[in-house]
């Protein structure tokens, strides 16, 4: 029997590394194990900062709603010694898997949280799992507020670039929801960098999080729907912690057709882009934050009708007019999922262009009441959406980044009122201001905390990349008061 030397040996294992890492899935575990917080730019900070805020705020609201408080007595016999904060709730707590799980389903139990593009919504599926793992630690084992930035924007760029290996992804969906696949990886992998796991169980919790991908987008519009959030956050977690623990994928579900690939007919895996002055997608793709909780396309109906109510009301009352109408063109891309002529529930009611449409024109905007049962059924809104109507030009195309919204009203005497949007505010080329941003959060955590408790939150988050500590940001999250935890506000100063 002949013995290498230590030298080949050497050779040997550094060739294997190196194969490995040429495939995509080696590639995408050398950067999220490579990754640090230096690699992180202001702009990318500022951004998810105002992510995290309003994720927090949506989901702080959504902890009232039906689909929430069924989710939180479903988790309830689910117990372990180690538990996390489910927010809005001082005195009740979940293992880490379903506090994420829970605490997921709330940020998308009203479609209030943040869109990206291509198509995702990026945020829910990775803040509530990296918060929930973070109490998960020992005690001694502090995780700082750029700790929780960076496996938060790892978590958010593997979204972004998994969805960039598809051109379908850049149209709005229509055979599943994206966030229960990309989703998924990204909460997978924000966890196992929290975990700070080797590049081989990196790669090993994005195969495991792939077996967990995929919903049909025919849920859409039911309680089921914000479901999809809270698994994405649950199950890339749950993908990380069994990676930590040795269980082993394969170690090409990035690279093959039958992996991450089964998902996309035009599925085009790239390499990353190296470490060496890294690019993220957030320094170069904002997010949309939204006004009022419904599909974001949704949200250009809104714009486009409400300016058509100003044209045609002026110094009149809506409810006058009415009878004059003769009927209400609507001209959006067809997205079938959001054709819905005759909405019966707030889940219905968020997903049709209809709705938002004649709501916007009765009511001159949107807001959270107005997918209340009684502004859904009210007489005035009915018999609007009988008179609607809607068109598909052939150049407004189902995307994100480029659909316009036309509205015109037609008069019985045979005039027409039009208007159109292009962008809507919220939109990220036409960004909400940070007093907007704050003011959202404040109006939504205003449901459930108490103002200390939300002054908290505030404080933290936009300090965070200062926060040593950051397990005060659930203390608030759960509703305690700054006054309680002095100790804690313990910010590190910089030296300029």
């Known amino acids: 029997m002949t013995f290498e030397s230590p030298f080949r040996l050497k050779q040997f294992f550094e060739s294997v590394i190196l194969l490995w890492r040429k495939t995509i899935t080696g590639n995408f575990a050398n950067v999220i194990h490579g990754l640090n917080k230096n690699h992180l730019t202001d702009v990318v900070i500022q951004r998810s900062k105002r992510m995290i805020l309003d994720t927090l705020g949506v989901g702080l609201l959504g902890t009232s709603t039906e689909v929430c408080q069924k989710v939180k007595q479903y988790s309830k016999i689910y117990s372990s010694d180690i538990s996390s904060t489910i927010w809005g709730h001082l005195d009740f707590r979940l293992p880490p898997l379903y506090a994420a799980f829970v605490n997921g389903v709330a940020v998308h139990s009203m479609d209030f949280d943040d869109t990206w593009h291509p198509a995702t919504h990026p945020s829910g599926a990775v803040l509530p799992a990296v918060m929930a793992l ?145 690019p993220w997608l957030l320094d170069q793709q904002d997010v949309a934050i939204k006004r009022f909780p419904a599909h974001l396309g949704t949200h250009w109906v809104a714009d486009a009708a409400s300016s058509v109510r100003r044209k045609l009301v002026e110094n009149s009352d809506i409810l006058l007019i009415l009878d004059k109408i003769e009927k209400v063109i609507v001209k959006v891309p067809e997205v079938k999922y959001v054709n819905r002529p005759n909405p019966n529930s707030e889940h219905e009611a968020r997903h049709s262009f209809q709705f938002v449409a004649c709501s916007a024109l009765l009511d001159g905007s949107m807001s959270i009441q107005s997918f209340t049962s009684e502004n859904i059924h009210r007489p005035a809104l009915q018999k609007l959406l009988c008179k609607t109507q809607l068109e598909h030009p052939s150049d407004n195309k189902p995307s994100f980044e480029s659909l316009y919204c036309e509205v015109t009203i037609v008069l019985r005497d045979g005039n027409a009122i039009s208007d159109r949007c292009n962008t809507f505010y919220g939109h990220w080329r036409k960004p909400l201001t940070k007093q907007d941003v704050e003011k959202k959060f404040q109006s939504n955590a205003s449901e459930v905390l108490p103002a200390e408790a939300i002054e908290g939150i505030l404080e933290t988050v936009y300090n965070l990349e200062k926060v040593e500590d950051c397990s005060v940001l659930n203390m608030f999250l759960s509703g305690q008061s700054a006054r309680v935890l002095p100790e804690k506000l313990h910010l590190k100063h910089s030296n300029s």
């Open 134 to 278: 973070s109490e998960a630690f020992p005690q001694k084992k502090k995780i700082s507020g750029l700790d929780l930035l960076l496996a938060f924007n790892v978590g958010i760029e593997v979204q972004g670039r998994l969805l960039r290996f598809s051109s379908e992804a850049r149209n709005i969906p229509k055979r599943f929801h994206p966030p229960t696949v990309v989703g998924t990886m990204g909460s997978a992998a924000a966890c196992a960098k929290l975990l700070a796991l080797n590049q081989m169980k990196c790669k090993n919790a994005l195969a495991i999080a792939a077996s967990y991908a995929g919903s049909p987008l025919a849920n859409a519009a039911t309680q089921t729907k914000p479901l999809h959030i809270g698994n994405a956050a649950k199950h890339g977690l749950e993908a990380a912690c069994l990676a930590s623990q040795g269980l082993q994928g394969n170690n090409q579900i990035l690279d093959m057709e039958s992996g991450i690939g089964a998902f996309y007919t035009d599925y085009n895996p790239q390499t990353l882009p190296t470490l060496q002055s890294y």
